[in-house]
């Protein structure tokens, strides 16, 4: 089936760096890519929309110049969070449609983010 | 918003089955019905999904009313792996290229 992969499954930044998270689609081609943003406790709130070889579409509230999305290529997408904060520290997770028609979306194993 | 409702928490034996009910009672005749579930601490992982007829696979089975409004997971043999948070989720489209919108979803709690 159709695999996605997030990488760094973890990571501990300082305040006021930026962290960039990969997400690959790694048996198939993904135009289309979604990051997903979990707090504890709390349910998956949609960041934006990955859209290959143009500018991600945000959701209200997300701050396109803070969560940086990139999709160069078919099979991969990165979100950098930019001057990270402590209240960024949060699980991030991607998800992409498989090939071929009626496939669903498939999520990666997500990247946990601690801002110190 | 999420446009389904499902009970926050469910317990179930193991080896018994496990029938998760959502209700989404405003769902457009374009609109699939989801279902993923979340294992803590890993991403979300496919189970099922079906427009009207009801549908099974290796791991679960998806009852849909007549109405579509509401509609049914079954877990026919529920084991400790299963404890995990389900989500029921309706979107357009059956290749689910559009974004997924989660509620907070039903914590089954399968027990020895």
């Known amino acids: 089936g159709a695999v996605v992969s997030q990488h760094p499954s973890w990571v501990i930044c300082k305040s006021g760096t930026s962290v960039k998270i990969e997400c690959r689609s790694l048996d198939f081609q993904a135009t289309t890519m979604f990051w997903y943003r979990q707090f504890p406790k709390q349910s998956l709130m949609l960041m934006a929309t990955s859209n290959e070889g143009s500018k991600a579409t945000y959701e209200q509230g997300v701050e396109k110049d803070k969560f940086l999305i990139n999709h160069a290529s078919l099979t991969l997408s990165t979100l950098t969070v930019t001057s990270a904060h402590p209240e960024d520290s949060s699980f991030y997770i991607c998800?992409?449609?498989?090939?071929?028609?009626?496939?669903?979306?498939?999520f990666g194993n997500g990247t946990r983010l601690t801002v110190t | 918003d999420a446009k389904t409702t499902q009970p926050t928490s469910m317990d179930c034996a193991e080896g018994r089955a496990a029938n998760l009910p959502c209700n989404h009672s405003t769902i457009s005749g374009n609109e699939y019905v989801y279902w993923y579930r979340q294992i803590h601490s890993q991403g979300p992982q496919y189970i099922i999904h079906g427009l009207k007829n009801n549908e099974t696979n290796e791991m679960a089975s998806l009852i849909i009313t007549e109405d579509r409004k509401s509609s049914t997971l079954i877990l026919p043999h529920a084991t400790l792996r299963d404890t995990a948070v389900y989500y029921c989720?309706?979107?357009?489209?059956?290749?689910?290229?559009?974004?997924?919108?989660f509620g907070q979803g039903t914590t089954l709690q399968v027990k020895p």
């Open positions: 989720i309706t979107t357009a489209g059956s290749s689910n290229t559009g974004k997924l919108i």
């Open positions: 998800s992409a449609s498989g090939a071929g028609y009626n496939s669903p979306l498939h």
